[in-house]
């Protein structure tokens, strides 16, 4: 039982410093939103909605992530679990003295950001097949860019088919943003990082050094765990060894 607290205890404090790390830097009014994948989650992955940064506690995420393995029947296993994090700096703007109240007005003021407007799952595809045609300068862009004639919907299947993508019903994960950068990266012209930063995307060497230092953190707890597990054996050990009886020779006098 002591075992299983401090285990948990253990969880709790990495999953609070990854929430410290992943929010520092930025202002309270900023969007935060967290995603929850593992090979355990049978329903897919689970995610928290967008919310400033200043309402971000770890209780509530702590919360999240415990429902989400109690809908699928497991325990906490951080051999497979995985947290995500995504940040949304909200500009107050400069000048003009404009403030955005909110997140969907920021996108639909600025002519930096191309909303994807979809009533279907394909709003990653469709996010890169836009990005990429802004980066290949194509002469189609406007139509892409507003989905004149489906446009925009059939070159977001036709690149899940070259990738080789199929998209769940809850929308695209990290899993399937690596098939879409392999098959981007296979192209001759260069401009698969282009637009993986244009959608706001980590690269899959970010992806891949995250997960390397997640399994670096999971072998350091389990040699401290079996580190402290030798200690209480050999404490056990001194405690029930009774001390040495020292013998004395006496020398008789006749």
Same mark, same amino acid.
Request: charged share 35%.
């Given at each position: 039982? =002591?075992?299983?607290?401090?285990?948990?205890?253990?969880?709790?404090?990495?999953?609070?410093?990854?929430?410290?790390?992943?929010?520092?830097?930025?202002?309270?009014?900023?969007?935060?939103?967290?995603?929850?994948?593992?090979?355990?989650?049978?329903?897919?992955?689970?995610?928290?909605?967008?919310?400033?940064?200043?309402?971000?506690?770890?209780?509530?995420?702590?919360?999240?992530?415990?429902?989400?393995?109690?809908?699928?029947?497991?325990?906490?296993?951080?051999?497979?679990?995985?947290?995500?994090?995504?940040?949304?700096?909200?500009?107050?703007?400069?000048?003009?003295?404009?403030?955005?109240?909110?997140?969907?007005?920021?996108?639909?003021?600025?002519?930096?950001?191309?909303?994807?407007?979809?009533?279907?799952?394909?709003?990653?595809?469709?996010?890169?097949?836009?990005?990429?045609?802004?980066?290949?300068?194509?002469?189609?862009?406007?139509?892409?860019?507003?989905?004149?004639?489906?446009?925009?919907?059939?070159?977001?299947?036709?690149?899940?088919?070259?990738?080789?993508?199929?998209?769940?019903?809850?929308?695209?994960?990290?899993?399937?943003?690596?098939?879409?950068?392999?098959?981007?990266?296979?192209?001759?012209?260069?401009?698969?990082?282009?637009?993986?930063?244009?959608?706001?995307?980590?690269?899959?060497?970010?992806?891949?050094?995250?997960?390397?230092?997640?399994?670096?953190?999971?072998?350091?707890?389990?040699?401290?765990?079996?580190?402290?597990?030798?200690?209480?054996?050999?404490?056990?050990?001194?405690?029930?060894?009774?001390?040495?009886?020292?013998?004395?020779?006496?020398? =008789?006098?006749?």
């Amino acid at each position: 039982m =002591i075992k299983q607290r401090y285990k948990k205890r253990i969880r709790q404090e990495a999953i609070e410093g990854i929430i410290v790390k992943g929010t520092q830097n930025i202002q309270p009014h900023d969007q935060v939103g967290f995603t929850f994948c593992s090979n355990d989650f049978a329903r897919g992955q689970g995610w928290m909605r967008f919310r400033p940064a200043s309402e971000v506690t770890f209780d509530d995420v702590w919360n999240k992530i415990s429902s989400i393995y109690q809908s699928n029947s497991t325990g906490l296993n951080t051999e497979t679990f995985c947290l995500g994090i995504t940040t949304v700096k909200m500009p107050a703007g400069k000048g003009r003295g404009y403030i955005y109240n909110s997140f969907n007005e920021e996108c639909s003021k600025r002519r930096g950001i191309v909303v994807i407007k979809n009533t279907d799952n394909l709003c990653l595809p469709r996010a890169l097949v836009v990005a990429k045609a802004y980066v290949d300068k194509d002469l189609e862009l406007t139509k892409i860019r507003k989905d004149t004639g489906k446009i925009q919907r059939e070159k977001a299947l036709q690149l899940m088919k070259n990738a080789g993508v199929v998209i769940p019903d809850e929308g695209a994960g990290i899993s399937e943003l690596q098939q879409f950068q392999l098959c981007l990266t296979g192209l001759e012209s260069d401009i698969d990082l282009d637009i993986l930063e244009l959608i706001g995307c980590p690269s899959l060497y970010e992806l891949d050094s995250d997960s390397d230092s997640s399994k670096e953190e999971e072998e350091e707890e389990e040699e401290r765990e079996e580190e402290e597990d030798k200690e209480a054996e050999e404490e056990a050990s001194i405690s029930l060894t009774p001390p040495p009886v020292k013998k004395t020779k006496k020398k =008789i006098e006749k």
